[in-house]
């Protein structure tokens, strides 16, 4: 029963292009969250989907994010016209029910260099 | 904005030593979670407490969630060097759904 995948491990984009980050939650679980991981800075909640639904964005900066767990396949984090500030570890986590009270299952995340 | 505020942030102890790592916020949790984390991978997550007083044990790990659920510790006895790592706690506010806020992060080191 494989965890949380994501891919790619590692990103290197140019000023100016899109980054797409993709996930794929644990076997049964149909709740993914995606966190941000800024360098020497603590992990900082992006998003939460269900398929074909967004929970809570709250956390996802106004422009160039977006976020998306269609019918069938993984769950998409999408980045356009990334700038050097984007440059983080991106972590999806995923759970069987919408709630921390069962816990997360984070995966290994995407580490997104913009040069 | 709910914050949850970590210390020591760095601890480095000697192998078989005893340690405790806390976790603190003025502001309620509906669940607190405790995770470690590996450099170059993401948290794994070591308990989960939702009562109000509880305590887990885990091995030589113990956790224990607050009684008024604004506050956890984490008690590890007789540490070893594969202890080593970044101890993460991590709240679901009672309002933020399902919503992680994590802790700074504890950096722990345990020399042989």
């Known amino acids: 029963n494989a965890g949380v995948m994501q891919n790619p491990r590692h990103l290197v984009r140019r000023r100016g292009q899109e980054a797409r980050l993709r996930c794929s939650p644990m076997?049964?679980?149909?709740?993914v969250y995606w966190y941000r991981q800024l360098p020497e800075e603590g992990l900082k909640f992006m998003v939460y989907l269900q398929k074909e639904n967004i929970i809570d964005e709250s956390g996802m900066p106004k422009e160039r994010f977006s976020a998306e767990f269609p019918k069938e396949g993984p769950s998409i984090l999408r980045i356009q016209q990334v700038v050097r500030g984007d440059s983080a570890a991106y972590f999806c986590?995923?759970?069987?029910?919408?709630?921390?009270?069962?816990?997360?299952?984070f995966g290994s995340g995407t580490r997104l260099t913009v040069v | 904005t709910q914050l949850l505020e970590q210390s020591p942030q760095f601890l480095s102890i000697q192998e078989g030593e005893n340690l405790t790592v806390y976790c603190n916020s003025s502001?309620?949790?509906?669940?607190l979670q405790w995770y470690r984390q590996e450099p170059g991978e993401g948290p794994v997550l070591l308990v989960t407490v939702v009562t109000g007083g509880e305590v887990k044990k885990l091995k030589r790990l113990t956790f224990q969630f607050g009684d008024a659920r604004k506050d956890s510790s984490l008690h590890i006895t007789a540490a070893q060097p594969g202890d080593t790592g970044l101890y993460l706690c991590a709240g679901e506010g009672e309002t933020s759904g399902s919503r992680l806020t994590f802790g700074e992060g504890t950096q722990l080191t345990v020399n042989p």
């Open positions: 502001s309620v949790f509906s669940s």
């Open positions: 986590a995923s759970s069987p029910i919408g709630t921390g009270g069962y816990g997360y299952t």
């Open positions: 076997k049964g679980h149909s709740h």
